[in-house]
């Protein structure tokens, strides 16, 4: 599981980046555009200019995975993960339970 915290609901954070791209042209640049409306929402600038790298990599502007594609791919991985640690588990109760077999005095 994430250790991270998600403070902005996902509506919050489309809101604040569809401002960045709306008002984008009213500021020298984009930076300028991030750190003023982040200022207005209560983020770090860092975080509002990644969520809006991350849009334009959902909308196809910009190269990179797609959050839909990566989420399909880290969910077989996460499930390998787990599985491979149950696995892990369960050799070593075996041996475990295989050694106290062999500790246990033979009956006749």
């Known amino acids: 599981m994430s250790k991270t915290t998600y403070k902005f609901a996902p509506e919050v954070r489309e809101r604040a ?3 960045v791209f709306d008002h984008e042209r009213d500021h ?3 930076w ?3 750190v003023s409306i ?3 929402i209560g983020c770090v600038p860092e975080t509002l200019h990644e969520w809006g790298k991350k ?3 959902n909308s196809g502007k910009r190269a990179g995975v797609p959050t839909e594609v ?3 791919v880290k969910a077989p991985e996460r499930e390998v993960r787990e599985l491979r ?3 892990e588990i369960l050799r070593k ?3 475990y339970f295989a050694q106290a077999e062999l500790d246990r005095p033979f009956r006749r």
């Open 17 to 19: 980046v569809r401002m």
């Open 28 to 30: 020298p640049s984009r």
């Open 32 to 34: 300028a555009a991030v």
């Open 38 to 40: 982040a200022e207005k």
């Open 55 to 57: 849009a334009e990599v």
């Open 70 to 72: 990566a989420d399909k």
């Open 85 to 87: 640690q149950a696995n």
């Open 93 to 95: 109760a075996s041996g």
